[in-house]
């Protein structure tokens, strides 16, 4: 049986063909427009964003299914030149460029392509970040109070589509994400306020057939580079990927990674 992999930026693309792998064919494709990760090889790699080609490879591949993983810039979305008509026309049809209408129209696309919709949650339970202290000491209570407040502030950006991720100091916000992404919201609010503790979490209606919040070494490595103390993630609801690598940092450094559920 074929799966069709549609893969964006970052590591989990490979994890999911790794998984997925084991049970299906994977067929994968991506823009040449994306910074994809070293280990991923795409079999098709369009050269803009374009849901005509994109019907080509699926009327060629004929899959049983598709996956859709990886992240997208916000910032080809305003870009020129990076789609075709049918890519400006995808967008333009799209009641609004946030996430939730972006990947709903997604989705309509493959409905009407008769093609089945694999989420990757399917192929990541293993990353799924767990409740409690993943490595690192025990939050202060004073670190406690920022995470119980960032946590709040964190899901009310996410249900307003404006980000997942807050820095906070002293139950001061420091920092928003928006459109820039999850490691420049930390470096932005680490210059700001060393020490700071870090939340993430996920939309309370978050679409995990497309979207999935990801945390990596390299945010880890950001937040100990900038003098951050806490990264704090939704459990059950984001993924940690590079574990060994994070507890070695954590090791390191004595930053502390945890999952919550508030």
């Known amino acids: 049986m074929r799966i069709l ?70 910032a080809h979305v305003f870009a020129l030149g990076v789609t075709d008509a049918s890519g400006a026309e995808f967008f333009a049809a799209c009641r609004s460029l946030q ?37 690192g000491p025990p939050p202060t209570e004073e670190e406690w109070h920022d995470i119980r407040y960032g946590f709040r502030i964190a899901r009310f950006l996410a249900d ?14 420091v920092a928003l994400e928006g459109a820039e992404g999850t490691d420049e919201t930390i470096r932005r609010g680490l210059a700001l306020a060393r020490g700071g503790v870090v939340v993430k979490v996920a939309r309370s209606n ?11 070494a390299e945010t880890v490595r950001l ?14 609801r984001t993924l940690l990927v590079d574990q060994e690598e994070i507890r070695e940092l954590s090791k390191q450094s004595g930053v502390t990674v945890l999952g919550i559920t508030l």
């Not at 080509?56 to 598709?66: I, M």
């Not at 307003?160 to 916000?173: A, C, L, M």
């Not at 937040?223 to 059950?236: D, F, I, M, Q």
């Open 5 to 74: 992999l549609l893969a964006g930026e970052g590591i989990l693309p490979v994890l999911v063909k790794e998984e997925a792998s084991c049970a299906f064919q994977v067929t994968t494709v991506s823009c040449r427009l994306l910074r994809l990760h070293p280990r991923l090889v795409p079999e098709y790699l369009l050269e803009r964003l374009s849901l005509d080609e994109l019907a080509q490879v699926l009327a060629k591949e004929r899959p049983h299914a598709v996956c859709c993983v990886g992240k997208v810039p916000k």
């Open 223 to 236: 937040l100990v580079e900038g003098g951050g103390r806490v990264l704090a993630l939704e459990s059950g």
């Open 99 to 135: 996430d939730r209408d972006i990947l709903g129209k997604f989705l309509e696309f493959f409905r009407k392509q008769h093609v089945q919709v694999l989420s990757p949650a399917d192929f990541l339970k293993k990353w799924i970040t767990r409740e409690g202290v993943f490595c």
């Open 206 to 216: 978050q679409d995990f057939f497309i979207d999935i919040p990801t945390v990596g």
């Open 160 to 173: 307003e589509e404006i980000g997942q991720t807050v820095v906070v100091r002293r139950r001061t916000i």
